[in-house]
């Protein structure tokens, strides 16, 4: 078996800049580095719905902006299969099987699900049941389509170690039907957690400290002006700090040495800069501008494609249907093999049928 890559994002609000940092930048690499035998990127509309069930309105709305994002990016329907989870029944149907080989405690002891309680502000006893099992969910999202490679930030790390185990556990009980799949991090090591724009530890809708792909110039320069920096950095004379500086941050996640070159050549590189805010003399704001011209730069072309997208929203939606169209014979066809491997495939067995018949004619 080859190469099958897949990975996908919750649609409750337009990507940002830690979603592109964080995998979609590399699928579109992967996509045209064309090193695969197939690419899955999906819109899990399904898990979304698992803390925001009272507002299915808002997953809604935002399964055409995240497809938007998907396109304006660059990923191409051509190359890779764009689809929505709910499109694909037979994810629930192996969910089910899959929470039956996971305990309770396992699950508890995921440090992704804890983090993600606790941004929501679940209190004790209040989580859903779909929120606190959806790490089971995800493990069948990329079991059905037998991928070998998930892009993804470090925070999906623990989630990919469940499916592991589930799909080890699945395929030592019943058959070797499941592929284990391995995380594939970010190249740039700053880019696997990008914090958010007031320093805070992610980057995150819920918390409005967001730099989206669709936001416009002016938007992006506002954004970047409130950025969090160095607090003990008073006067351009004062030495600086980088760690923890959400400006160098993401200076370290965009920033190439021609955006130097051509927006501030005084430095040849980040180095360079990082060296003289730390000795003092360079001033925050110096900083944020350069950060702005670099942004906008990565950003211009993904706001060209998205407007040329939104001309034709009928079509986005026609993609959208022949690509879960298309995974949904993958995954049923990976749940043939599942119900054969546990051996409740009924009517398709023939020896069973044939045991049964014997069985009862020998009863006469």
Same mark, same amino acid.
């Given at each position: 078996?080859?190469?099958?890559?897949?990975?996908?994002?919750?649609?409750?609000?337009?990507?940002?800049?830690?979603?592109?940092?964080?995998?979609?930048?590399?699928?579109?690499?992967?996509?045209?580095? %064309?090193? =695969?035998?197939?690419?899955?990127?999906?819109?899990?509309?399904?898990?979304?719905?698992?803390?925001?069930?009272?507002?299915?309105?808002?997953?809604?709305? *935002?399964? /055409?902006?995240?497809?938007?994002? =998907?396109?304006?990016?660059?990923? *191409?329907?051509?190359?890779?299969?764009? =689809?929505?989870?709910?499109?694909?029944?037979?994810?629930?149907?192996?969910?089910?099987?899959?929470?039956?080989?996971?305990?309770?405690?396992?699950?508890?002891?995921?440090?992704?699900?804890?983090?993600?309680?606790?941004?929501?502000?679940?209190?004790?006893?209040?989580?859903?049941?779909?929120?606190?099992?959806?790490?089971?969910?995800?493990?069948?999202?990329?079991?059905?389509?037998?991928?070998?490679?998930?892009? @993804?930030?470090?925070?999906?790390?623990?989630?990919?170690?469940?499916? !592991?185990?589930?799909?080890?556990?699945?395929?030592?009980?019943?058959?070797?039907?499941?592929?284990?799949?391995?995380?594939?991090?970010?190249?740039?090591?700053?880019? !696997?957690?990008?914090?958010?724009?007031? %320093?805070?530890?992610?980057?995150?809708?819920?918390?409005?400290?967001? /730099?989206?792909?669709?936001?416009?110039?002016?938007?992006?320069?506002?954004?970047?002006?409130?950025?969090?920096?160095?607090?003990?950095?008073?006067?351009?004379?004062?030495?600086?700090?980088?760690?923890?500086?959400?400006?160098?941050?993401?200076?370290?996640?965009?920033?190439?040495?021609?955006?130097?070159?051509?927006?501030?050549?005084?430095?040849?590189?980040?180095?360079?800069?990082?060296?003289?805010?730390? @000795?003092?003399?360079?001033?925050?704001?110096?900083?944020?501008?350069?950060?702005?011209?670099?942004?906008?730069?990565?950003?211009?072309?993904?706001?060209?494609?998205?407007?040329?997208?939104?001309?034709?929203?009928?079509?986005?939606?026609?993609?959208?249907?022949?690509?879960?169209?298309?995974?949904?014979?993958?995954?049923?066809?990976?749940?043939?093999?599942?119900?054969?491997?546990?051996?409740?495939?009924?009517?398709?067995? @023939?020896?069973?049928?044939?045991?049964?018949?014997?069985?009862?004619?020998?009863?006469?």
């Amino acid at each position: 078996m080859g190469k099958i890559i897949l990975t996908g994002d919750r649609p409750t609000g337009k990507l940002h800049l830690g979603h592109y940092v964080g995998s979609l930048r590399r699928r579109v690499q992967l996509q045209e580095e %064309g090193d =695969y035998d197939h690419m899955y990127v999906f819109m899990a509309d399904v898990q979304a719905l698992t803390d925001n069930a009272s507002n299915p309105e808002k997953i809604r709305q *935002n399964i /055409i902006e995240v497809a938007l994002d =998907y396109l304006s990016a660059g990923l *191409n329907p051509e190359k890779c299969t764009l =689809y929505i989870q709910s499109c694909i029944p037979e994810l629930a149907e192996l969910t089910t099987y899959l929470m039956n080989i996971v305990s309770v405690s396992r699950v508890q002891r995921n440090p992704t699900v804890k983090t993600e309680v606790k941004m929501r502000g679940f209190e004790s006893g209040s989580v859903p049941l779909g929120f606190f099992c959806y790490p089971v969910s995800q493990a069948a999202d990329i079991a059905a389509f037998k991928a070998t490679t998930v892009p @993804a930030g470090e925070d999906q790390e623990p989630m990919i170690e469940i499916t !592991r185990e589930l799909v080890s556990r699945f395929n030592q009980t019943y058959a070797p039907v499941l592929v284990e799949p391995t995380i594939m991090l970010p190249e740039n090591a700053t880019a !696997r957690r990008l914090p958010g724009t007031d %320093g805070k530890e992610k980057m995150s809708k819920s918390l409005g400290n967001c /730099i989206y792909l669709s936001d416009d110039a002016d938007t992006v320069w506002t954004k970047v002006k409130s950025m969090y920096t160095d607090p003990t950095h008073l006067n351009v004379s004062d030495p600086g700090h980088v760690e923890g500086n959400a400006v160098f941050t993401y200076l370290d996640a965009f920033a190439n040495d021609q955006d130097f070159a051509d927006f501030w050549p005084d430095f040849a590189n980040l180095d360079e800069l990082k060296a003289a805010y730390t @000795a003092g003399g360079i001033g925050d704001m110096k900083c944020k501008k350069m950060l702005n011209k670099v942004i906008n730069r990565m950003l211009d072309p993904i706001r060209a494609r998205r407007h040329e997208y939104e001309q034709d929203i009928p079509e986005i939606f026609n993609i959208l249907k022949k690509g879960s169209e298309q995974a949904r014979q993958v995954a049923a066809n990976t749940m043939d093999e599942v119900r054969a491997a546990m051996r409740i495939n009924y009517f398709d067995d @023939a020896q069973l049928i044939k045991e049964q018949a014997d069985k009862y004619k020998s009863k006469k």
